[in-house]
Each structure stands twice: as C-alpha cells, then as structure tokens.
C-alpha cells in the first residue's frame, strides 16, 4: 500500500491551497484518513482526521479554515486549506488507517506548505 500527497507549494498569507491523497495497493478497506504537518523544529501534529463515514476532526488552530473531505471510491482525502498563515508553513503528511487482514497505519512522503507573510 501507497499513499501518494500532493498539492504542496508557496503560498502568501490568506492565500489558498489544497491537498491530495492517493491510496493505492491492496487495499480492502480504508480507515480513518487524515492529514499531519510538522514544522521545522517542531513534533509532528495532527491536523485533522476524517473517519469512512465522513465524521471529521481538527485541531484548534485550522477549525474555520481548514476542509477535510475524501472519496471512499478514489480512496482519496483532501485537505483544502483557506486563510492561511504563516505558521501554518510545515511539510503536511497524509496518513491513512487501512484494514487489508488487520489495520495498519501508513504514511505519505510529505508535502511542503510555505506561506509567507
């Protein structure tokens, strides 16, 4: 199984930017979906989760301008970002929660997210 992110890049403050998320492989199922940033310097935080039945989740600092949706048929999450800030510039990772015998966890390589003030 892949998770292949994309949708990365610089942005300025206020600006827009959305991300993407490709599962692929031998996939049964999958879980819980969700996107992580961590910023230089700093420990890897959740940024939001999105369950199979679309229930969703954010932390504190994106609530307002952050939209996680998916495509159960694609297996495919999204991650549209409004408003943004400059501490929202980090490499954003996407994980995914897969039942293919047992649920594993997997991650996407990373995507830079730059936004300058």
């Known amino acids: 199984v892949q998770l292949q992110a994309c949708g990365g890049g610089l942005v300025q403050a206020g600006g827009s930017l959305r991300l993407s998320c490709v599962a692929s492989?031998?996939?049964?199922?999958?879980?819980?979906m969700g996107w992580y940033r961590q910023a230089p310097g700093k420990q890897r935080e959740l940024v939001a989760t999105i369950s199979s039945s679309g229930s969703t989740d954010y932390v504190d600092s994106v609530k307002g301008r952050f939209t996680i949706s998916r495509d159960n048929a694609k297996n495919t999450v999204l991650l549209q970002m409004n408003s943004l800030e400059p501490e929202d510039t980090a490499v954003y990772y996407c994980n995914a929660k897969i039942w293919s015998g047992s649920v594993y966890t997997y991650w996407g390589q990373g995507t830079q997210v730059t936004v300058s003030s």
């Open positions: 492989g031998r996939i049964v199922s999958v879980r819980v």
